[in-house]
């Protein structure tokens, strides 16, 4: 079945009014929920004081009918806090990330304008400026002496050794009592200390590892330790990412040439409005909808309705993905600034569904595809290379993460869901089913993949929510959908999510024909 495959208009606009009435439905339940429970003892630790605004307070005597006025007083919205990184980001911390980044763009621009060829130096001077003045020497000595360590495993030219020591370093960091042997030697405490530590210690082995093996594959010499330093130290990528690969880096960042496309500096200044814009939209959103607090209480979720644990669920699996759009869309705008190609934002998680898609940061699943997924798996046609490559790329992303019992099932329940998608793929490749969809229209063949798609789609949501939230409330979840919500709503909310599975086929049918309409435009 191909990708351009069209459907009535009036088929898409019947799908496009259910998924718009489901979606508006679910969402007042939610609000309703959220408007109930904001005094509530449990959820004071998520729910904090917002916004004020002035009301008005009716005075009167007896039963009121009498008036002596009105009082204006204060009047607060509470607001969803139980996401640390985000409230890390733009509330706590807001002011010291956007003078750090800031000074970056900046003295980049000068190096940029005076000395475009030594730009990278100047870049892992201010990097380690930067390090040394927010986490002090003793933590600048532990990431250098790994980088020094893994660029000598890299003079071997030995991919295993570089793999072996790579993987070792990035335990000493994931794994008690290594971790906390090497936290306990930076002194002071602030609140963003330990995610600085362990942001920029797991980011620096990842790309320490990624020097080491792009150093065994290059066939004549092997880069410099500065080149290495000057792929670490940049300081948009330090602390919190994307992951780019070295190879990528070092050939943009040696460009002496800095020229922009046409109408380049102008997406730079859409694409950083928008990022204001989502930031703007979150917080509001956060006012009127407490999806991240809620279902921490499950007694509070029993409450609610189908339709709307099932959209809850939903949310929480979206705002993650806003939260990581935002988060590496603000690096990726300094980055372009300064004349780099970085990671591009994860794909909508309302985009997916297929496991073969999803992931949560685009600069890990690179990493991850090109030295360990795509390495081992090749080209994801035999069904034992790509049940090794899938154990052995969630194995890495088990310590990436963090071992832990939370990680430990994530990872096993996405590498069978990745795997599944496989093995069902090829079934039906198989006799009779393959001369069955030859037989019918090129349409409902359509349809009947969508039916699949999206029952993957609510395989991805509830073996991702687990690790989003915790693992309670995906059980509550999945039971309410599968079996005390069976048959009506186990198969009500199939069909909505069918109906949105076939509006992202027609947007993937658009894009595939403006793809195919520039290569012909390009070829001529």
């Known amino acids: 079945m191909g990708v351009k495959t069209m459907l009535p208009s009036y088929e898409l606009g019947f799908y496009a009014l259910i998924v718009t009435c489901a979606v508006v439905y679910s969402g007042s339940g939610i609000f309703e929920a959220s408007r109930d429970s904001m005094n509530r003892k449990a959820f004071r630790d998520g729910i904090k004081p917002g916004w004020h605004y002035f009301g008005r307070k009716m005075t009167g005597v007896g039963s009121g009918v009498q008036w002596l006025g009105t009082v204006r007083r204060p009047v607060l919205l509470p607001q969803d806090v139980a996401d640390f990184e985000w409230v890390m980001w733009f509330t706590s911390f807001r002011n010291v990330i956007i003078f750090a980044l800031s000074g970056h763009v ?84 602030f609140d963003l200390q330990d995610v600085l530590f362990y942001g920029g210690s797991g980011f620096t082995i990842m790309r320490c590892m990624s020097f080491a093996l792009e150093s065994a594959e290059r066939k004549e010499g092997i880069y410099s330790i500065f080149d290495l330093l000057k792929y670490n130290f940049y300081l948009p990528f330090f602390f919190f990412g994307p992951v780019m690969t070295f190879d990528q880096f070092h050939a943009q960042v040696s460009t002496r040439e800095l020229r922009r496309k046409d109408d380049e500096l102008r997406n730079i200044r859409v694409h950083a409005l928008l990022h204001v814009g989502a930031i703007i939209a979150v917080d509001i959103f956060f006012h009127f909808f407490y999806i991240l607090t809620l279902p921490s209480d499950l007694k509070f979720m029993n409450r609610l ?205 658009i894009l595939a024909i403006e793809e195919e309409k520039c290569d012909k435009a390009k070829a001529d």
């Open 305 to 509: 309705s189908d339709w709307s644990l099932a959209g809850l669920a939903y949310s929480n699996l979206v705002y993650d993905w806003v939260k990581a759009a935002v988060m590496f869309g603000v690096i990726n705008t300094i980055a372009r600034l300064d004349h780099l190609d970085p990671p591009q934002p994860p794909k909508c998680i309302t985009m997916l569904y297929v496991f073969a898609e999803t992931h949560f940061d685009r600069g890990i699943n690179d990493w991850l595809c090109k030295y360990v997924y795509d390495h081992i798996g090749e080209n994801h046609d035999n069904i034992m290379k790509e049940l090794v490559a899938t154990i052995a790329t969630f194995a890495v992303t088990t310590l990436w993460l963090g071992p832990c019992e939370i990680v430990y099932i994530w990872s096993v329940f996405n590498c069978f869901g990745l795997n599944f998608e496989l093995w069902v793929q090829k079934f039906f490749q198989q006799e009779p089913f393959a001369k069955l969809e030859a037989k019918m229209s090129e349409a409902m063949s359509r349809r009947i993949r969508a039916a699949f798609g999206a029952a993957n789609f609510w395989a991805i949501v509830l073996y991702n929510i687990l690790a989003l939230n915790s693992l309670e409330f995906a059980l509550l979840v999945t039971k309410r959908l599968l079996l005390t919500g069976f048959p009506v709503s186990t198969l009500s909310i199939w069909f909505i999510t069918y109906c949105g599975v076939q509006l992202i086929k027609e947007r993937e049918r």
């Open 106 to 189: 900046l003295f980049g621009k000068i190096c940029s304008m005076t000395v475009p060829q030594h730009r990278a130096v100047m870049y892992m001077l201010y990097g380690i400026l930067a390090v040394l003045g927010s986490m002090g020497l003793v933590y600048l000595m532990i990431i250098l002496s790994h980088c020094l360590v893994l660029y000598s495993v890299a003079l071997a030219k030995q991919k295993w050794l570089c793999y072996v020591a790579g993987l070792c370093c990035l335990a000493s960091f994931k794994v008690e009592p290594f971790s906390s042997w090497q936290s306990g030697f930076v002194t002071g405490a």
